[in-house]
Antibody, heavy 120, light 108 residues
Framework: EVQLVETGGGLIQPGGSLRLSCAAS????????MNWVRQAPGKGLEWVSL???????YYADSVKGRFTISRDNSKNTLYIQMNSLRAEDTAVYYC??????????????WGHGTMVTVSS | DIQMTQSPSSLSTSVGDRVTITCRAS??????LNWYQQKPGKAPKLLIY???ILHSGVPSRFSGSGSGTDFTLTISSLQPEDFATYYC??????????FGQGTKLEIK
């Protein structure tokens, strides 16, 4: 079964760091374009970061310089290292696969999400 | 960045109704437009990609149309399981992959 499972969320103080993990099953992370998308409480979806299968990475302006996306091929797992966390980073963080059916990129597989709360 | 604007933000509807949700892009995006459904406490699910192509397993009562800057998601006959929030998302100039603010379907 194709599946993504996120872990690592929790309560963290402003300025702190946290690393989220996303374990994949049913497909190979390194052969796919993988993303992090977040959703603040009661708000909409916000794309956060992307790592292409070739390894190129991209970030939303709101997290650039603070977050780092990476993957461990041996563990088939995606990560995001979040530093200098702010209250506005509080959200459910989803990992999602980006596929290009018919040449149009779309997020076809999503994890269940992990909650990150930044508060003192 | 391309901005995506959905309307309405919320809609009170009844089972059996025909529902149309609109999404407008701040610049032309051809047909690089996707629709997602999200239920409370759950991850989003892909419904439609390339503006009008149904993702695998999505019921045929869902349909999408549009190109350029204006797009619609239509549910032909609303079912109880369709009460959810719907998001559009562009993949024309990306990253960033921008989403609309969402449209919440509520039971009348």
């Amino acid at each position: 079964e194709v599946q993504l499972v996120e872990t690592g969320g929790g309560l963290i103080q402003p300025g702190g760091s946290l690393r989220l993990s996303c374990a994949a099953s049913g497909f190979i992370v390194s052969n796919n374009h993988m993303n992090w998308v977040r959703q603040a409480p009661g708000k909409g979806l916000e794309w956060v970061s992307l790592i292409y299968s070739a390894g190129t990475t991209y970030y939303a302006d709101s997290v650039k310089g603070r977050f780092t996306i990476s993957r461990d091929n041996s563990k088939n797992t995606l990560y995001i290292q979040m530093n200098s966390l702010r209250a506005e980073d509080t959200a459910v963080y989803y990992c999602a696969r980006l596929l290009a059916p018919a040449g149009h990129y779309a997020f076809d597989i999503w994890g269940h999400g992990t909650m990150v709360t930044v508060s003192s | 960045d391309i901005q995506m604007t959905q309307s309405p933000s919320s809609l009170s509807t009844s089972v059996g109704d025909r529902v149309t949700i609109t999404c407008r892009a701040s610049q032309t995006i051809s047909t690089y437009l996707n629709w997602y459904q999200q239920k409370p406490g759950k991850a989003p699910k892909l419904l439609i990609y390339a503006a009008s192509i149904l993702h695998s397993g999505v019921p045929s009562r869902f349909s999408g149309s549009g190109s350029g800057t204006d797009f619609t998601l239509t549910i032909s006959s609303l079912q109880p399981e369709d009460f959810a929030t719907y998001y559009c998302q562009q993949s024309y100039t990306a990253p960033p992959y921008t989403f609309g603010q969402g449209t919440k379907l509520e039971i009348k």
